[in-house]
T-cell receptor
Framework: DAKTTQPTSMDCAEGRAANLPCNHS???????VYWYRQIHSQGPQYIIH???NNETNEMASLIITEDRKSSTLILPHATLRDTAVYYC???????????FGTGTRLAVRP | EPEVTQTPSHQVTQMGQEVILRCVPI?????FYWYRQILGQKVEFLVS????????KSEIFDDQFSVERPDGSNFTLKIRSTKLEDSAMYFC??????????????FGPGTRLTVL
């Protein structure tokens, strides 16, 4: 599996957009980019995934660069409940194990 | 909305004792996983299970660990002789393989295992 690198921590103001970057420069053509988050002491929660096109769902948007070497998760209007550790993971095959890194600790401040 | 459940929420045991952690995956899911997270550390993969057999396991998942799906609904993780370093939060996850590719694993709330 390709490795990912993320900033250790970020913060943003409540109501503003949170933009979380991820580098995956060694990603291969058949690997997807997935984002999960873990709110304190809870199980990880799926957010969104993509292959090469930008994606949007009710939780977030995912912007993948054309060369697929990096991506950005966007929480358009962050709330205090979005305070969590966010993980960017690349996966090749369905049913693959998830390999979590250290993620980005996002603090949303009032 | 369907969810993965785990019991107990907290298990305290003495070193050397056997523990069984229980999970009820989402009913139509076919792939099952155990992960663990030692306090302050990363979430680590332990084992995946499909079609009534282990499909992949990590180096952590040694002979002291076993998994079972005894009755078609529960998915259990057994640790035969617990060690202090087994103290961690254990997460169960499940996944439904539908048409196309979509690896959204649903995680349970976890069982906190404390080995004394």
């Amino acid at each position: 599996d390709a490795k990912t690198t993320q900033p250790t921590s970020m913060d943003c103001a409540e109501g503003r957009a949170a933009n979380l970057p991820c580098n995956h420069s060694t990603i291969s053509g058949n690997e997807y980019v997935y984002w999960y988050r873990q709110i304190h002491s809870q199980g990880p929660q799926y957010i969104i995934h993509g292959l090469k096109n930008n994606e949007t769902n009710e939780m977030a948007s995912l912007i993948i660069t054309e060369d697929r070497k990096s991506s950005t998760l966007i929480l358009p209007h962050a709330t205090l409940r979005d305070t969590a550790v966010y993980y960017c993971i690349v996966i090749e095959s369905s049913g693959d194990k998830l390999t979590f890194g250290t993620g980005t600790r996002l603090a949303v401040r009032p | 909305e369907p969810e993965v459940t785990q019991t107990p929420s907290h298990q305290v045991t003495q070193m050397g004792q056997e523990v069984i952690l229980r999970c009820v995956p989402i009913s139509n899911h076919l792939y099952f996983y155990w992960y663990r997270q030692i306090l302050g550390q990363k979430v680590e993969f332990l084992v995946s299970f499909y079609n009534n057999e282990i499909s992949e396991k990590s180096e952590i998942f040694d002979d002291q660990f076993s998994v079972e799906r005894p009755d078609g609904s529960n998915f259990t993780l057994k640790i035969r002789s617990t060690k202090l370093e087994d103290s961690a939060m254990y997460f169960c996850a499940s996944y439904y393989r539908g048409r196309g590719f979509h690896n959204e694993q649903f995680f349970g709330p976890g069982t906190r295992l404390t080995v004394l």
